[in-house]
């Protein structure tokens, strides 16, 4: 979540339209390890509370099962029904 998270925090105190809008200005450098503890508990706090919420884990599980049922499981690697004996990364066909 915190790779998520930095960039929409990370615009409210230094994109200058935004940062101006709230704050009056743009935060300066010595600003910045606050703003890196900041992203650091929100993303802790997202992923205590939200993401390993049972909750939410059932509802990523069915979104899975849906996506996979109706792209009949295109979303994994799968062999299809014919076999090749060629070796993986080799081409279909070789022209001469």
């Known amino acids: 979540p915190m790779f998520i998270l930095h960039g929409p925090i990370g ?6 339209a935004v940062a101006t809008r709230l704050w009056g200005r743009v935060m300066p450098k010595k600003f910045f390890p ?3 503890l900041i992203v650091m508990l929100s993303g802790h706090v997202v992923n205590e509370v939200f993401v390993k919420s049972k909750r939410v884990q059932r509802l990523s599980a069915r979104l899975a099962q849906i996506l996979a049922d109706r792209t009949h499981g295109m979303l ?4 299809s029904g014919i076999e090749s ?3 993986a990364g080799s081409n279909a066909e070789q022209v001469h």
């Open 34 to 36: 606050a703003y890196l």
């Open 85 to 87: 004996s060629k070796p």
């Open 11 to 16: 615009q409210l105190f230094y994109k200058k």
């Open 76 to 79: 994994q690697d799968q062999v």
